[in-house]
């Protein structure tokens, strides 16, 4: 399918010609600022915050900066084609959104999961849906209209649990698991810290497991009359340390391609796809886990010169299409929005998201015109060059 996203900015400035100013700002900075208005304090606290003194977090974004794409001439790409093709699917931009767990809190109704789904049946953007939700991922998928997405399991250390939530995400017509390997015990996060806050330690987000029948089992009375004890038993089962063991269970475990969130080192790639694994998602959860100090986008070349048969996905630090733009020519199979997406529905609901993804798109698409690449496949054999 071709599509010129790039259109997008026509859209903009025509309207502006009878007063009409775009219903958010199209670059990242700025709806910033706007999201932190819309946000209580806590939930703006933990959606930017990150691990340590967040250095990691900055450098992921800054670390687009090192590379650049060289612009070609004559190449008319008066048209251009972004589409990718991932788990037999075509999709026509090359990004989705990323596991955001507490989206679900960063719209005004508090259930931002159903906001984002909406918005990625309208765009066509694959989702990938967070194991922390405010509602269940039955409910999400309705939204999603059939809109290829992904469930991301944080997986837990029951594993009857376990393969309720992938039987759920595979009934529920989810078409990739994804499955976030940093998170079982949180990063150090000085700002949630400080304010003593922690979004499910007060039972948000956690509609998965209050909606799941092994969950329930394990708890003496219903979630409603005794909530504390509910979320007493979350923390008990949350954070399973996943090993290469597990991992042949899991591939055992579902239909559905797995993909490996959280892969930076080029050994762990190689071994993933020994292990009959699908897909890596390069990616240091947005700096938000470890503040090791490495950029995701520092390690995404050595991973897919690992795994040259296998898709990489890539997120952490994406900020704009140039971003985008950027990570595609570096090999990336698609690119994660991750936080900004959770600005843009603050800020403007599900039509945020959709002006948020359509902004990222239209710059990822313009660039490509200007520089001459019409293609994905092209912008990919000319590669990135350092900036310095
Ligand atoms: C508030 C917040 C919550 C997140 N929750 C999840 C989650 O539930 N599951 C997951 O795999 N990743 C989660 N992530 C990580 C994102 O999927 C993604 O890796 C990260 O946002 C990328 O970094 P960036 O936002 O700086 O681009 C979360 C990130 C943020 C900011």
């Not at 240091?284 to 040259?308: E, T």
Request: charged content about 20%; hydrophobic content about 45%.
């Amino acid at each position: 399918m071709s599509q010129n996203f790039g259109d997008f900015q026509n859209e903009i400035y025509l309207a502006g010609l009878s007063g009409k100013m775009p219903l958010l700002p199209v670059d990242f900075a700025t709806l910033e600022e706007q999201a932190k208005q819309a946000m209580s304090p806590s939930v703006w606290s933990y959606v930017a915050g990150g691990c340590g003194d967040e250095f990691t977090q900055r450098n992921n974004a800054e670390a687009f900066n090192r590379y650049g794409i060289v612009p070609r001439m004559f190449n008319g790409a008066a048209k251009r084609d972004l589409s990718v093709s991932l788990f037999g699917r075509t999709l026509s931009a090359p990004v989705f959104l990323c596991p955001i767990g507490v989206v679900g809190l960063c719209s005004s109704d508090n259930h931002g999961d159903l906001r984002v789904a909406e918005a990625a049946a309208k765009t066509g953007v694959p989702m990938m849906a967070s194991t922390l939700s405010q509602d269940p991922m039955e409910e999400v998928a309705k939204k999603l209209d059939g809109t290829p997405s992904y469930f991301q399991l944080y997986t837990p250390k029951d594993r009857d649990l376990a393969l309720s939530f992938i039987s759920r995400a595979e009934n529920a017509g989810f078409e990739a698991l994804v499955v976030t390997l940093d998170t079982w015990v949180t990063g150090w996060r000085p700002r949630d810290l400080n304010s003593a806050n922690f979004p499910q330690l007060r039972g948000l987000c956690l509609a998965n497991y209050f909606s799941d029948p092994h969950f329930l089992k394990r708890l003496k009375k219903p979630v409603a009359e005794d909530p504390a004890a509910a979320i007493h038993e979350w923390v008990n089962i949350f954070g399973h340390i996943m090993t290469w063991d597990d991992l042949k269970w899991m591939r055992e475990a579902t239909r559905l391609p797995i993909v490996l969130k959280g892969i930076c080192h080029p050994d762990d790639a190689r071994r993933a796809a020994d292990a009959g694994i699908d897909a890596i998602q390069c990616s240091n959860h947005g700096g938000r886990q470890a503040n090791g100090g490495i950029a995701a986008l520092s390690m995404l070349k050595d991973v897919i010169f690992a795994v040259p048969d296998m898709p990489v996905l890539f997120d952490s630090g994406v900020r704009s299409g140039t971003d985008v733009a950027k990570a595609l020519a570096m090999g990336a199979a698609a690119v994660g929005i991750g936080r900004s997406h959770a600005y843009a529905l603050a800020a403007g609901g599900t039509e945020g998201v959709i002006h948020h993804l359509r902004s990222i798109l239209a710059e990822t698409d313009l660039l490509m015109a200007v520089n001459g690449y019409p293609t994905i496949a092209d912008l990919r054999s000319a590669g990135v060059r350092q900036t310095r």
